[in-house]
């Protein structure tokens, strides 16, 4: 296979980074969004493959129509497989029901909150999200320790994340963050994540790359259900850029010893914030069309490439032009991979917006930056100083007289009014 023809996911490592389920989604929406079709068929021979594994027999189903017999014999319909696994699922949800039955007649609060736990794992593996969501949802009355309602937070956080219902993220995971005596950094980690991902998908690309930058240990591979450490540090990373400044970026990622070694699982993603940083915008740009198509097949960045991009380049336009007094705009374009006049387009926008402090001369090309005047600034500043210190003297003035004069102002209840000599 020629070097251009590779295609921009490797499906292999994609799937072991995550649980099988979490896998299964991602290969089915690789296979939704892919152009190529061998890539496409490669994806759905996956997750057919790890769905054979588990009890999610309709999703089974759904993926082998969509193979359509383009892979052989061996990925039609394996109608005996089916018809044993929803036999044995219908048995296994029998004994469950009656167990809780059981659990709920002897009232005993421990083993009914266990009971709906495990009817929810059931559900959960069986592809069936809404009745999983509900059982999660029924421990809460159930639960007696600190630990039980994170363990049902983070069940219903996961459950919410599958099946894109982000308001119950938000609110399942502010709940867990005010149950007391939860410290634990795993747990903690988790729920900064989740948080995470539910701020990406509201665009909040600020508070996204704060929660992805702020967790205190690696999750390594803990959290594989819902995301990976690949996935922090993209996610993080990205929404860094789009959406802090130089200082910030520099203490949160930079400096951050944490979220650095995060970043070692992602070298593209390493080198292209330390190019931002570096102000090597050529470099900067290429990686990020490198990384594009890969980054469109994501299960919950593919909606924010577009803007994430846009928000990174007028960064970028913004951080280039800042230490300058005058700019070629041909050198520029040259530096942002872009011709002169469509650079000029860009720039005109973001000094519309008021991003960037300049005007534009269209006939040399050249773009003047409008600094403040600073020996302007220097006595408006002063003269503030002054009123500042005249009015803390008089006050002091005051104060001083009347403690002098023995004038006092007692409050309603101090027994008596103040006394003028």
Wanted: charged fraction near 25%.
């Amino acid at each position: 296979m020629m070097t251009d023809e590779l295609p921009p996911l490797d499906l292999e490592v994609l799937a072991a980074n995550y649980s099988p389920t979490a896998a299964i989604a991602r290969l089915c929406f690789v296979a939704d969004r892919a152009e190529a079709e061998t890539l496409q068929l490669d994806a759905l021979r996956m997750a057919a493959d790890l769905l054979k594994q588990g009890d999610n027999t309709k999703l089974y189903t759904s993926v082998v129509e969509r193979i359509a017999g383009r892979l052989g014999a061996a990925y039609e319909l394996d109608r005996d497989w089916v018809d044993e696994v929803d036999r044995r699922a219908a048995k296994r949800q029998e004994i469950l029901d009656a167990e809780l039955n059981g659990y709920k007649t002897n009232m005993i609060k421990e083993s009914i909150r266990m009971g709906h736990n495990d009817l929810g794992d059931f559900f959960y593996q069986r592809g069936d999200l809404n009745s999983a969501f509900k059982c999660y949802v029924r421990t809460r009355d159930y639960c007696t320790t600190s630990r039980h309602v994170v363990a049902m937070c983070l069940n219903v956080v996961r459950v919410s994340i599958e099946s894109e219902n982000f308001v119950h993220v938000q609110n399942y995971v502010q709940k867990a963050s005010q149950v007391p005596d939860v410290s634990e950094p795993a747990v903690l980690a988790k729920l900064g994540c989740a948080a995470g991902l539910a701020a990406l998908e509201s665009r909040k690309y600020k508070m996204a790359a704060r929660k992805f930058t702020e967790l205190a240990v690696e999750l390594e591979d803990s959290y594989s259900e819902v995301i990976s450490p690949q996935d922090v540090a993209t996610y993080g990373g990205l929404c860094a850029l789009a959406s802090l400044d130089r200082k910030e970026l520099k203490e949160r990622v930079l400096d951050n010893i944490t979220f650095r070694a995060a970043l070692e699982v992602v070298p593209e993603v390493r080198e292209l914030i330390n190019d931002f940083y570096a102000s090597r915008y050529p470099s900067c740009l290429a990686c990020l069309e490198k990384m594009k198509p890969a980054l469109a097949l994501d299960i919950h960045l593919h909606d924010h490439v577009e803007s994430l991009y846009e928000q990174i380049r007028h960064r970028a336009l913004i951080q280039y032009t800042t230490p300058y007094t005058v700019v070629d705009l041909a050198a520029m374009a040259h530096a942002f991979r872009t011709d002169t006049p469509a650079l000029e387009k860009e720039l005109a926008a973001l000094i519309m917006d008021e991003k960037i402090a300049a005007r534009i001369d269209s006939q040399s090309k050249i773009l003047y930056a409008r600094h403040a005047n600073q020996r302007n600034a220097t006595y408006a500043r002063a003269l503030a100083t002054g009123r500042e210190f005249r009015q803390g003297t008089h006050a002091m003035l005051i104060r001083a007289s009347l403690l002098k004069n023995d004038c006092v102002v007692r409050g309603a209840g101090g027994g008596g009014g103040g006394r003028e000599r």
